[in-house]
């Protein structure tokens, strides 16, 4: 029953998609999502939509979030984006430390520490993402990765701000590749770090934890993936861009609640 009492949380990762006109039609789309018991339904979308798509969503059930944020409020970072301009918008959600924002420009488990930090300061709720590289698992050191990229991301947290983020678990390798863990390896893997943040802060907390899995889930893999016992939701990309697959992957979801 633990699982059952985790919040599960659905959250659409829209990349560098979408104009503000479509980026509004989309939104139209998901505008009529129930809310249901226990299920988050969040869309991640690019900076210049946040303001058009929370306007679309104001009496929707569906939550707004960034793909990132900086760790101070102001200063000299050009092009970064503090908490405070997101939380004016109305975002409550963040991404932090997705693959792509390690592989393309610098982000490291130290800054994904800061940003998450700074984040949980201002009242979002951060989706904190962290997984192997293809060559890691395949020399047999995923488990490795998985211990040091949650303790270092979670270094100097509390208790409660651990159970305020989403962990979200992305293989590299599974993401916007076409291929997707297997539901057990899934399983396996948000298990296993589950198990660390028990070790560091106690089982309670890392079973009130939400672990989702973030790697090519769609429509068709989604009841399976969300099956297993410690994946509490799914980060979904490519899938959340259309809004009859991102509807269906809601719906298992909320059936397997």
């Not at 919040?7 to 990762?13: F, L, M, P, R």
């Not at 339904?41 to 900086?70: D, I, R």
């Not at 997705?98 to 800054?111: I, K, L, M, N, P």
């Not at 076409?178 to 893997?189: I, L």
Request: aromatic share 6%; charged share 20%.
């Amino acid at each position: 029953m633990k699982k059952q009492s985790r919040k599960v949380v659905i959250a659409g990762n829209w990349k560098m998609n979408k104009t503000r006109p479509e980026a509004a039609e989309l939104a139209k789309q998901l505008a009529d999502v129930a809310k249901a018991p226990n299920v988050e339904v969040v869309v991640c979308v690019p900076f210049t939509n946040l303001e058009t798509v929370v306007n679309e969503f104001s009496l929707a059930a569906v939550k707004v979030g960034a793909q990132n944020v900086h760790f101070a409020k102001s200063g000299a970072f050009t092009g970064e984006i503090s908490t405070d301009m997101l939380c004016e918008l109305g975002v409550q959600y963040v991404i932090i430390g997705h693959s792509e924002r390690r592989q393309y420009f610098g982000e490291t488990d130290a800054t994904v520490n800061s940003r998450t930090k700074a984040a949980l300061d201002a009242g979002l709720t951060p989706l904190m993402c962290i997984g192997e590289l293809l060559e890691e698992r395949e020399a047999g050191i995923t488990e490795e990765v998985l211990a040091r990229q949650t303790k270092l991301a979670f270094a100097g947290f509390t208790a409660e701000e651990v159970c305020k983020t989403v962990i979200a678990y992305e293989p590299v390798w599974a993401i916007g590749t076409g291929k997707t863990a297997t539901a057990a390896q899934a399983g396996e893997a948000c298990g296993f770090i589950r198990g660390v943040v028990a070790k560091l802060y106690g089982a309670d907390v890392a079973d009130a934890v939400t672990i989702q899995y973030g790697g090519s889930m769609n429509a068709q893999n989604a009841a399976e993936l969300l099956a297993q016992e410690d994946v509490d939701g799914g980060l979904i990309g490519g899938a959340s861009l259309v809004a009859e697959d991102f509807k269906a992957i809601i719906k298992a979801a909320v059936d397997g609640n």
